[in-house]
């Protein structure tokens, strides 16, 4: 028997992943209330810049494409109406041979026009194989392109992590797009061609022919408004899922994974999530089915009226037989190329909802590009002087940095003290001009970062921030981040010797070539400390006016340690330096020591000083050293 004061509560269930909504503009689908007339509208604009962008990347494609369209449908009407002359004769009255002989021109034609379709048709889809990769390529391009150039203030806003989402996944659709836009266009071609003989039978055939195909095409248009819907209220939540995949899925967190035996967690997590999105596809499927279903019955319907009222016309004499046979052809060519036409429209405007959200977010990260001046910053800084600057986050309601003033001068190592969440790093990313105050100025030798160019700007910066990157790159892109200054290493090695790091790369299979990227293979990894200390080499190996640190040194062992501050001592003269450090020991070299609390600086002097105070400064000395 177990005594049941001795049992264990019972371990409780995890909580299901949460549900994540927006208000305002960002949540709101834009196609909420959008009409089906403002819908359908959208498809000469998307043609029009798809075309645009095809012409932009392959010129050469796109004319080969449009031709092949044009000898297509021509080939089209070539076929039917020569199929009608050889009708003429084959039904006609007369010896067999007579009237095969007679109708021998017209089915030479039918051949060769078919031959020609087919040839045109296989040019036409080189020509897509042209030009669909470039066209992926700019896209996606222009999408990192635009993240990367944000103002960092951007990431941070409600709804920006979820257009990108939106927009990947109009890059995605691009292929669908090209495709699309050429099948609408051949269908196009062919309808008009097709159209123009099956009304030249009978002028009734052709309306009763598009209200056969319209129910379709208005069925696959209102699916694909559904379709988009479910994946607007996806979309957050699909965003979250491929962070936490790639999270769970990334061999540096294996360990953390396992050893905290994470794994189940993880994957009833990623389970609930799916599910939840899943689900409501499924709420959806009811609503296309119902589509589908009436504008089907619609559909047959008005087909089986266009078959009926062919056979009266034969049946009363309007249309002699050799006519109504080739109204036949006709009607069949005519229908699959108007279900195409409508069919590949819908598809387009299905499409087109995918790269308006791609379209929309460029624009949003072309609003929120850097547009500060065109002062430029010179090669040699002097002084950086900050004039009561404040920054507050979106969303949040405390400035991170409130009223700052500092001057920082060539020859100074400063260093940068405080709490957690003090405004230490935001007030770093304010002097490099990654963010811009919300008021006060700061100054490089009397230039308001406001009005400088960004790219002036960074390029006289060296970071290492806490979160500094492993790049999955070879070892000499990693230390040179791809801007090399000379043609030779000579520098890489300078840079990689001052962290203490010769040897080791020195030990790897490739040296400098060897890539960095133990997931990929033929690479391999780094120790933590070597990672760091790399990210050191980098910042190092730029030689800017302004070199900031940010714990740098947090993974390293005591001798590397010691190897990197004696070497920000020895190059101090050449630049300003500025150290952010919880390990307070270590501010003993420098030149000024600032103490940040609640984004104000509260203590600023010598080490030996500000001990000496009894301030928060001593305060936090006292604590490391009782640990």
């Known amino acids: 028997m177990t005594d049941a004061s001795t049992e264990s509560p019972p371990t409780p269930q995890p909580p299901p992943p949460a549900t994540i909504g927006y208000e305002g503009e960002s949540g709101k689908n834009p196609l909420e209330e959008a009409s089906f007339r403002a819908m359908c509208g959208r498809l000469p604009s998307v043609l029009g810049r798809t075309a645009r962008m095809a012409w932009a990347v392959d010129r050469t494609g796109v004319v080969l494409l449009l031709g092949c369209q044009l000898v297509t449908g021509v080939a089209a009407a070539l076929v039917l109406t020569a199929t009608s002359r050889a009708m003429t004769h084959i039904l006609g009255l007369g010896p067999v041979s007579e009237r095969l002989h007679g109708a021998l021109p017209a089915l030479a034609v039918v051949t060769a026009a078919a031959a020609t379709g087919r040839i045109s048709s296989a040019l036409a889809s080189y020509a897509d194989g042209r030009i669909t990769p470039r066209l992926v390529t700019e896209a996606d391009v222009a999408l990192v392109s635009a993240v990367c150039r944000v103002e960092a203030a951007a990431y941070g806003e409600d709804g920006f992590a979820d257009r990108q989402e939106a927009a990947e996944v109009g890059v995605t659709r691009t292929t669908t797009m090209v495709k699309d836009a050429q099948r609408f266009m051949a269908a196009l071609v062919r309808m008009i061609a097709a159209g123009g003989v099956i009304t030249a039978l009978h002028w009734l055939m052709l309306p009763l022919l598009l209200l056969a195909v319209l129910p379709a095409g208005l069925g696959a248009v209102l699916s694909a408004r559904v379709d988009y819907e479910t994946h607007y209220l996806n979309l957050a939540d699909r965003n979250v899922r491929g962070m936490m995949r790639w999270w769970a899925a990334y061999s540096r967190h294996g360990d953390e994974v396992r050893a905290n035996g994470m794994t189940g967690y993880l994957v009833y997590w990623y389970r609930a999530l799916s599910e939840r999105i899943d689900r409501r596809i499924l709420d959806a499927a009811p609503r296309m089915l119902r589509i589908v279903l009436a504008t089907s019955a619609l559909g047959g319907l008005f087909l089986l009226g266009t078959w009926a009222a062919l056979a009266w016309l034969a049946m009363t004499g309007r249309v002699a037989l050799p006519v109504a046979a080739t109204a036949v052809v006709a009607v069949q060519t005519t229908l699959g190329a108007l279900t195409q036409f409508v069919q590949n429209g819908a598809a387009m405007f299905h499409t087109s909802l995918y790269l308006a959200d791609m379209r929309a977010f460029l624009d949003l990260a072309a609003e929120r590009a850097p547009r500060r001046g065109e002062s430029t910053i010179a090669e040699e800084v002097e002084e950086i002087r900050l004039e009561e600057v404040t920054h507050r986050y979106h969303g949040k309601e405390e400035p991170a940095v409130d009223g700052v003033s500092l001057t920082l001068r060539r020859g100074e190592i400063l260093a940068i003290v405080g709490e957690n969440g003090s405004g230490k790093s935001t007030l770093t990313r304010l002097i490099t001009g990654i963010l811009l105050p ?70 790897l299979p490739h040296g400098l070539d060897t890539l960095l990227a133990r997931e990929i293979y033929g690479g391999v990894e780094l120790s933590g400390g070597q990672w760091q200390r790399l990210a050191c080499a980098r910042a190092l190996y730029r030689r800017t006016p302004l070199l900031i640190l940010d714990e740098p040194t947090s993974q390293m062992d005591p001798r590397g340690e010691h190897r990197i501050f004696l070497e920000i001592k020895r190059i101090a003269a050449r630049r300003m330096t500025i150290v952010v450090t919880h390990q307070l020991e270590n501010t003993r070299f420098a030149d000024r020591i600032i103490v940040m609390r609640q984004g104000r600086v509260v203590e600023q002097g010598r080490y030996d000083e500000l001990v000496a105070g009894g301030g928060l400064f001593a305060e936090l000395v006292a604590l490391a050293k009782d640990r």
């Open 438 to 507: 919300d008021k006060g100025r700061v100054r490089w030798d009397g230039i308001d970062l406001a009005g400088a160019r960004p790219e002036s700007v960074w390029s006289r910066t060296a970071l290492v921030p806490q979160n500094f990157a492993c790049w999955p790159l070879r070892t000499r892109e990693n230390i040179t981040l791809g801007q090399p200054r000379t043609h030779d290493d000579e520098p890489v090695w300078e840079a990689v010797a001052a962290v203490g790091m010769r040897e080791a790369i020195e030990g």
